[in-house]
């Protein structure tokens, strides 16, 4: 496997069942494509207009579902100098899987308090990821 770059991150559209009652959201499942195996699930709340960045997993693969609101993503790649954005939630509801070794950060986009869900490929370990200053990218969010 050589560099990781912008490339390798794979958007895959999830279905939705509509059910009397509420509709029933498809998240991932095992052999599928992204599905790098399983370590955990955990969910994180992101308010209109707050940003969460930066962050790089070094061994993670995070499969990101956005169930509740709308959140953009911003992806940055060292080797390519260039960022991807893409923006995901219920209207428009997909998977985003992110090798390591690429830079992110996030904004919640709907005037709710938007709901990211990580299916990640291994146990989350703090020692596994790096972080840096929201300032240390050129950025305008």
Known sequence: M?????????ITPLQRITVQGGDVLHGMKDGEPGYNGFG???FSNIN???IKAWKKHTKMTMNLVVPIG??????YSEN????RVEEIGYNNYARITVPPGIWFGFKGIENISNLVVNIASITHDPN???RCL????????
């Open 40 to 42: 955990e699930i955990y």
């Open 48 to 50: 209109y207009n707050a």
């Open 134 to 141: 929201i300032s240390n990218f050129n950025f305008n969010w």
């Open 70 to 75: 709308i959140v953009m993503f911003v992806f």
């Open 2 to 10: 050589g560099e990781i770059t912008l490339d390798d991150i794979l």
């Open 128 to 130: 596994e990821a790096k």
């Open 80 to 83: 390519q100098k260039r960022f």
